[in-house]
């Protein structure tokens, strides 16, 4: 909760008119599914797999890797949104026929932009289709002109090296599986709300890939069965912005940026430091982001506000 001070002078009153604009938000829930989410195949390092109805992680029988590529769309949020958690789901969709090996996985904030590409595997789906222009592959962020700092990606460089959250993931029966909440999750978000242009989202890695077997398949955004598809889980608050507080006219005038889906109201007490808040008046709900206004005659020598959204 932030405070705003005001100091309102007029030649009516001997003493100023003092109001103290308090801000306060409920917590809200938001649920994302991937705008984008593909893999690096090492065995087909210069195909891509971007809409195909699962991705792959892990390392194969055969000892080639899979890493793959998630980004959430948080262009809902406003930039002022503080989050307060966040929490990443996946479910295991197709293990290979030999027993597979349980390992850990672990998101790992990207550094680079990448392409998901729309290219579905028919031979081996697996192994995807010859890429395109733009795709993620094995050795490119962008195939074939923006190649990563070193095939399937350099941690420090291209990824963070350290995970901003993990889960050890056993087989199908165990899904989904929810890897967070965490601070670094949260703090991945947060700044991609405030900057979106640095929002490539997050590789999902294997963290034994010296071990065969962990490879599985996870579902995508475009899987048939909308369970399966990853999901970001988010705690949130959107904290009134005060663009203006003043006395004129003879009024307590607020102005405010009412976010578009919350309800606000205003409260007041006449001590700071006692008594209950005491609604003032409901301002209703708002369907659009707009300006908000509201209008309080100056009769009080002490009043304060509190402005809330719901």
Request: charged share 15%; proline share 7%.
């Amino acid at each position: 909760m932030g405070l705003r001070r005001v100091n309102c002078y007029t030649q009516r009153f001997a003493a100023a008119l003092l109001g103290l604009v308090a801000l306060s938000a409920q917590p809200a829930s938001l649920v994302l599914t991937p705008s984008a989410d593909t893999t690096m195949i090492e065995v087909a390092p210069t195909n891509s797999n971007g809409r195909q109805d699962f991705f792959n992680s892990g390392t194969t029988q055969n000892g080639t890797r899979n890493r793959g590529l998630l980004r959430f769309d948080l262009g809902s949020l406003p930039t002022n949104t503080l989050i307060l958690s966040a929490s990443v789901v996946i479910s295991v969709v197709k293990l290979p026929a030999e027993p597979a090996a349980a390992a850990p996985f672990s998101l790992h904030r990207m550094f680079r932009d990448w392409g998901e590409g729309t290219n579905v595997g028919v031979l081996n789906i697996g192994q995807g289709a010859p890429a395109s222009p733009g795709d993620a592959t094995w050795i490119h962020a962008h195939f074939n002109t923006n190649a990563w700092a070193a095939p399937g990606g350099v941690p420090g460089v291209d990824f963070a090296a350290f995970e901003s959250g993990s889960a050890f993931i056993y087989d199908l029966g165990g899904s989904p599986y929810t890897l967070g909440p965490t601070t670094e999750l949260a703090t991945d978000v947060q700044d991609w709300v405030q900057n979106p242009a640095s929002n490539f989202g997050w590789l999902f890695l294997c963290d034994d890939e010296a071990t065969h077997f962990t490879a599985k398949r996870f579902g995508a955004r475009e899987n048939p069965n909308p369970d399966a598809r990853p999901q970001l889980v988010l705690t949130y608050l959107i904290p009134p912005h005060i663009d203006r507080a003043e006395f004129n006219g003879g009024y307590f005038v607020l102005r405010f940026r009412a976010e578009a889906g919350h309800t606000y109201t205003v409260e007041y007490r006449d001590a700071l430091d006692g008594g209950a808040w005491q609604l003032l008046a409901s301002l209703g709900f708002f369907s659009t982001t707009t300006q908000g206004l509201f209008l309080d005659p100056a009769t009080h020598p002490m009043r304060f506000y509190r402005l809330r959204a719901f």
